[in-house]
């Protein structure tokens, strides 16, 4: 029996001594990480996400590392820029493990290297930068430290996927002379537009003025022209006129002078009766003259009425031409 029973304790022994065998040689990766299996310290192979085998009790886990994408946070630090100005700086990084044995072996520990390598980094870049330029190019400065930090950081087994500077803060007094620069530069371009829309105002009333001025010449050359016309057509009526009494003269025509005559004498009454300064007109005249000159103007329509009809009167007394018989 003493034999029997120590038999059985041998195999149980031996059975878990198995199990604990295949349960070390199982490990199970949960995913987003990256497991390095060393072997007798030394790095042997990595597990993916997932059931991995490796050899009991020669294999062990190295590290656990984390290969979904991460985010570190750079702290505030001072920067001197090349013009001498002092700011406050801070921002944030975000980065990837690509090789876990590489990020494993490659560096003691990956999160403080990658920080100071941000932090001297950004240093570098904004230090060789003026303040103006600093505070106005804030994407190319991004791109620069993320296009150095990815180069130094690639021996490590890590890719770097951005790099943000979320604030920079100059000191108050460079903040105060800012917003006095600011609103000087704004004085100014208020002072410019308003200057430039004066102007703008003055050329337009100048060319309004211009414009009625060319308008007015033009309407005074064309009242000119209109009455150069009318006091020709005038004069070459009062021309057939005159010519028309000469005529009424030659042939003892009385009347006719008299007609012109009284016809100028009383178009000079009508001048002077229509003066503006004139309110009280006197004027000797000569009845029995006026008197016999509309006489001679009833002459001459008479004679003018009596020749129309002895005009009509032959025109009336021809006889007809016609061949008798036609209708």
Same mark, same amino acid.
């Given at each position: 029996?003493?034999?029997?029973?120590?038999?059985? &304790?041998?195999? #149980?022994?031996?059975?878990?001594?198995?199990?604990? %065998?295949?349960?070390? @040689?199982?490990?199970?990766?949960?995913?987003?990480?990256?497991? %390095?299996?060393?072997?007798? #310290?030394?790095? $042997?192979?990595?597990?993916? !996400?997932?059931?991995?085998?490796?050899?009991?009790?020669?294999?062990?886990?190295?590290?656990?590392?984390?290969?979904?994408?991460?985010?570190?946070?750079?702290?505030?630090?001072?920067?001197?820029?090349?013009?001498?100005?002092?700011?406050?700086?801070?921002?944030?990084?975000?980065?990837?493990?690509?090789?876990?044995?590489?990020? @494993?072996?490659? /560096?003691?520990?990956?999160?403080?290297?990658?920080?100071?390598?941000?932090? %001297?980094?950004?240093?570098?870049?904004?230090?060789?930068?003026?303040?103006? *330029?600093?505070?106005? $190019?804030?994407?190319?400065?991004?791109?620069?430290?993320?296009?150095?930090?990815?180069?130094?950081?690639?021996?490590?087994?890590?890719?770097?996927?951005?790099?943000?500077?979320?604030?920079?803060?100059? !000191? =108050?007094?460079?903040?105060?002379?800012?917003?006095?620069?600011?609103?000087?530069?704004? *004085?100014?371009?208020?002072?410019?537009?308003?200057?430039?829309?004066?102007?703008?105002?003055?050329?337009?009333?100048? *060319?309004?003025?211009?414009?009625?001025?060319?308008?007015?010449?033009?309407?005074?050359?064309?009242?000119?022209?209109?009455?150069?016309?009318?006091?020709?057509?005038?004069?070459?009526?009062?021309?057939?006129?005159?010519?028309?009494?000469?005529?009424?003269?030659?042939?003892?025509?009385? +009347?006719?002078?008299?007609?012109?005559?009284?016809? =100028?004498? /009383? =178009? +000079?009454?009508?001048?002077?009766?229509?003066?503006?300064?004139?309110?009280?007109?006197? &004027?000797? &005249?000569?009845?029995?003259?006026?008197?016999? %000159?509309?006489?001679?103007?009833?002459?001459?329509?008479?004679?003018?009425?009596?020749?129309?009809?002895?005009?009509?009167?032959?025109?009336?007394?021809? !006889?007809?031409?016609?061949? !008798?018989?036609? +209708?």
């Amino acid at each position: 029996m003493g034999g029997f029973s120590g038999f059985s &304790m041998f195999a #149980g022994a031996v059975v878990v001594f198995v199990i604990v %065998t295949i349960l070390m @040689s199982v490990r199970q990766v949960p995913q987003g990480y990256a497991y %390095t299996v060393e072997r007798f #310290g030394r790095y $042997h192979k990595t597990l993916t !996400p997932g059931l991995g085998l490796i050899v009991p009790w020669i294999d062990g886990i190295g590290r656990r590392m984390n290969v979904m994408e991460q985010v570190l946070d750079v702290p505030s630090q001072e920067v001197i820029t090349r013009d001498n100005a002092s700011v406050t700086v801070d921002g944030v990084a975000f980065y990837q493990v690509l090789d876990p044995a590489r990020a @494993s072996y490659e /560096v003691s520990d990956l999160q403080r290297a990658l920080l100071n390598l941000l932090m %001297t980094n950004i240093r570098t870049v904004m230090g060789s930068m003026d303040l103006d *330029e600093l505070l106005s $190019h804030r994407d190319s400065i991004n791109v620069k430290l993320l296009t150095v930090i990815d180069a130094a950081a690639g021996p490590w087994g890590i890719k770097i996927n951005r790099v943000e500077i979320k604030d920079i803060v100059p !000191p =108050k007094n460079m903040i105060d002379s800012m917003a006095r620069q600011m609103m000087a530069e704004r *004085e100014k371009r208020a002072a410019v537009l308003e200057a430039e829309g004066q102007r703008q105002a003055e050329i337009l009333r100048a *060319e309004g003025r211009k414009a009625a001025l060319v308008l007015d010449a033009e309407g005074r050359r064309e009242a000119a022209f209109r009455d150069a016309e009318a006091r020709e057509r005038q004069a070459q009526a009062e021309a057939a006129a005159t010519a028309m009494v000469s005529e009424a003269i030659a042939k003892g025509d009385i +009347a006719a002078l008299n007609y012109f005559i009284a016809e =100028k004498y /009383v =178009k +000079a009454i009508d001048s002077l009766a229509a003066a503006p300064n004139q309110k009280v007109f006197v &004027m000797p &005249m000569d009845m029995a003259g006026l008197a016999g %000159t509309i006489g001679g103007i009833a002459e001459l329509t008479r004679s003018a009425l009596a020749s129309t009809a002895e005009q009509a009167q032959r025109r009336s007394s021809v !006889p007809s031409t016609r061949p !008798p018989g036609s +209708a």
